[in-house]
């Protein structure tokens, strides 16, 4: 069974950093891409970051671009968001997605989600 559980969440201050991380279990996810979405109360999910199977290709918002780099573990089934000058405005739910195609899952679409970890930035 495919599991997928995020870590690093938390509350934080304004300007600070948190580094999140995603594991995926239940089959080899090397050929997948990876992503990060997230949801604040009230609005719709977004996407943050993307990246390919091998790590070639990235995607980020414009909310987040130059602020946010995503990664991936050199077992490939394990992605990781690093969050640097985090803004109120960042505060909501964290996703970790997994899908085989980097144009899908850029639109929302994935095949496997997490449960969401929750980051919280304070002014």
């Known amino acids: 069974q495919v599991q997928l559980v995020e870590s690093g969440g938390g509350l934080v201050q304004a300007g600070g950093s948190l580094r999140l991380s995603c594991a995926a279990s239940?089959?080899?996810?090397?050929?997948?891409?990876m992503a990060w979405f997230r949801q604040a109360p009230g609005k719709e999910r977004e996407s943050v970051a993307v990246?390919?199977?091998?790590?070639?290709?990235?995607y980020y918002s414009d909310s987040v671009k130059g602020r946010f780099t995503i990664s991936r573990g050199n077992a490939k089934n394990t992605v990781y968001l690093q969050m640097n000058s985090l803004k109120p405005e960042d505060t909501a739910v964290y996703y970790c997605?997994?899908?085989?195609?980097?144009?899908?899952?850029?639109?929302?679409?994935?095949?496997?989600w997490g449960q969401g970890t929750q980051v919280t930035v304070s002014s």
């Open positions: 239940g089959r080899t996810f090397s050929d997948y891409a």
């Open positions: 997605a997994l899908d085989p195609f980097f144009n899908r899952i850029r639109t929302g679409q994935a095949t496997y």
């Open positions: 990246i390919g199977w091998n790590g070639g290709s990235t």
